[in-house]
């Protein structure tokens, strides 16, 4: 008996609109439109092979036309269809099998000649519920694979256009500091001869500073491209506590002048990582800056520091209370050149220079965020144990 | 104690802003535009002390350390430098043959230059 309640039956038009939401969400998510449409061929297919299953679920047989795939048929006592289904779905009854055609790519009624019915018959391939379960689950199979797939070919896409990112930027960054240590020099060789008074003196400060602000731009480009060329031969052990006060400490004045608390959570005894303490202290205050910058509108002003020890890992949770973040933003933040900062005050290669160095520690970085709540920082990285051992 | 500085970079605006940062200073700069001019200018004078490119086309940096250090062991020279990865291995070699340099960060301000200037030069060097 077909219960019209539990059958979940999709038109053609709905397969469509859900096709192009899909399409639509792919794109989003970053996959390019051939990988999209391949994607959204199989979930289709998933969607056909479901909806022709749940359909059949009460039924006893069910029988696709293998020539004619998008024409199916499904066999049931007569008697047991309601008739509104047999109206709404075009359902025709072909008496001898005692069975109902269903033709799903037309709304039309369509008159079968008596020919046309027995070839549709001889073409006919009949399939159990056992046989469905079966081809949908092999589906399944075949959408993991290919999504697999697609996943390993955009990291590789990605790693690709870093790599050539970072030898574009050098390649650029280098060129630019000669002429950016002409320019220093004359803006400050002509400030040195400007009076005080002359209103031409403050133009050339302000030129100083933005050539100074250029050449940090630089500065970090440099860092950026060069982290993912670098080896790990020269690591040491590092003191994550050590590094955490220290950046605390250079950060002391901003904390105290925008009345930030700090809340501290450290155990006793941490052991060190094997490292390069300086990158590791630039994503450390990299981290904190941004965390301060989140509070600077909010009224609740936490900045929260947690290190935990875990599996031999360290795991450092840098969090605020400040704007937060939406999912959209979030999704970006480690893409280089991405900045929710203003003009002026961010290169937007901050987060993606601590990717790097995090990556290149053997480490990971994750990110949670809620808007107007706060956001959350997590690094974990491995412990070093034979170094660990000899300094604890 | 000889107080002029020799400046070797092939880029005439990293050369021009030597001279201009210590134009009003009590040094005299010499600039020249490769490591094999600044190699003759070092055997025709004394200098109190050296700032060198590394990336320079003919001799490199590192080839115009070692060849200025055959004509003098003790004069302090700054390697003026972006961080170049390639050179880094000249470098480290550069070190174990015992050959002294100190590095700075291209680029350098003014106040910079003039700062390491009066250091090197304002007091006797200890080697």
Request: hydrophobic share 40%; aromatic share 6%.
């Amino acid at each position: 008996m077909i219960e019209i309640t539990t059958i979940n039956i999709y038109s053609v038009a709905d397969i469509i609109e859900l096709r192009n939401k899909l399409l639509t969400l792919l794109t989003e998510l970053g996959f390019n439109e051939m990988q999209s449409v391949k994607i959204s061929a199989i979930i289709s297919d998933i969607m056909h092979h479901f909806y022709i299953f749940q359909k059949t679920l009460n039924t006893k047989l069910f029988l696709q036309n293998e020539a004619r795939p998008h024409q199916f048929v499904m066999t049931t006592n007569t008697a047991e269809i309601p008739t509104e289904i047999i109206d709404h779905y075009h359902l025709i009854p072909d008496k001898e099998k005692n069975i109902y055609l269903h033709f799903p790519l037309h709304n039309k009624e369509i008159t079968l000649t008596e020919n046309t019915l027995q070839t549709l018959r001889e073409q006919m391939i009949i399939k159990s519920k056992s046989e469905l379960i079966r081809e949908i689950k092999q589906k399944n199979i075949a959408l993991n694979n290919l999504l697999e797939e697609l996943k390993k070919s955009s990291t590789l896409i990605q790693s690709e256009k870093m790599r050539a990112l970072g030898v574009l930027t050098a390649g650029v960054a280098h060129e630019l500091n000669n002429p950016m240590m002409g320019i220093l020099n004359f803006i400050q060789y002509c400030l040195k001869k400007t009076d005080n008074e002359d209103k031409r003196f403050n133009a050339l400060k302000d030129a100083e500073t933005e050539t100074k602000r250029c050449i940090e731009i630089v500065s970090n480009l440099l860092t950026f491209s060069h982290l993912e060329k670098e080896d790990d031969q020269d690591f040491k052990p590092v003191d994550l506590v050590t590094l955490i006060k220290r950046v605390i400490k250079i950060l002391s004045y901003r904390l105290r002048n925008e009345k930030i608390t700090v809340q501290e959570n450290i155990p006793e005894h941490v052991p060190q990582v094997m490292g390069h303490e300086n990158r590791l202290q630039q994503v450390i205050l990299n981290l904190i800056t941004n965390a301060l910058d989140a509070m600077k509108e909010t009224e609740e002003k936490c900045l929260i520091l947690n290190l935990e020890i875990k599996n031999d890992r360290v795991k450092v949770i840098i969090a605020d209370t400040g704007e937060g973040m939406d999912d959209k933003t979030i999704k970006k933040i480690f893409e280089p050149f991405f900045t929710t900062k203003p003009t002026g005050s961010g290169t937007g290669l901050g987060l993606s220079v601590c990717e790097s160095i995090i990556k290149e520690h053997k480490g990971h970085i994750l990110c949670h965020s809620i808007k107007n709540q706060g956001t959350q920082f997590l690094l974990n990285l491995p412990i070093e144990i034979s170094s660990s051992e000899t300094t604890h | 104690m000889a107080e002029d500085i020799l400046v070797i970079d092939d880029d005439p605006a990293v050369r021009k802003a030597f001279l201009l940062a210590l134009e009003d200073s009590k040094y005299q700069v010499d600039a020249a535009e490769s490591g094999e001019s600044g190699i003759s200018l070092l055997t025709k004078k004394d200098y109190g002390m050296i700032f060198l490119d590394l990336k320079m086309p003919g001799m490199n940096g590192a080839e115009t350390l070692r060849a200025l250090r055959k004509i003098n062991r003790n004069i302090p020279v700054y390697i003026v430098t972006a961080f170049h990865k390639e050179f880094l291995e000249d470098l480290q070699s550069l070190r174990q043959e015992g050959i002294k340099f100190e590095l700075l960060r291209k680029p350098l301000g003014g106040d910079e230059i003039l700062m390491i200037a009066n250091s090197v030069l304002n007091k006797p060097v200890a080697y």
